[in-house]
């Protein structure tokens, strides 16, 4: 699990629209600490369970993107 403040600071940095926001939060159990699974945050959001995943994917790359460029500029 993410430190609270610095999952949902950084998934507004990377430009993620409050939906798929909503959907990666639940599924890293932000805010009541619980994870969930991709099949449950796709019936909770009513899409496949692919689009959770892809979505996942993109915000993990970004992620790591966003570490890297900070450690080169130390």
């Known amino acids: 699990m993410f430190p609270k403040r ?5 998934i507004v940095k990377l430009g993620y629209s ?3 926001a909503k ?4 599924r890293y159990g932000e805010p009541d600490g619980v994870l969930h699974t991709v099949r449950e945050v796709a019936k909770a959001f ?3 369970q692919r ?5 996942e ?4 790359g970004e992620m790591k993107k966003m570490e890297l460029k900070r450690e080169i500029t130390k």
Request: charge should be negative; glycine fraction near 8%; aromatic fraction near 8%.
């Open 6 to 10: 610095w999952f949902a600071q950084t």
């Open 18 to 20: 409050g939906r798929e």
């Open 23 to 26: 959907m990666m939060e639940m």
């Open 46 to 48: 009513g899409v496949t």
């Open 51 to 55: 689009r959770v995943e892809l979505l």
């Open 57 to 60: 994917l993109a915000l993990l």
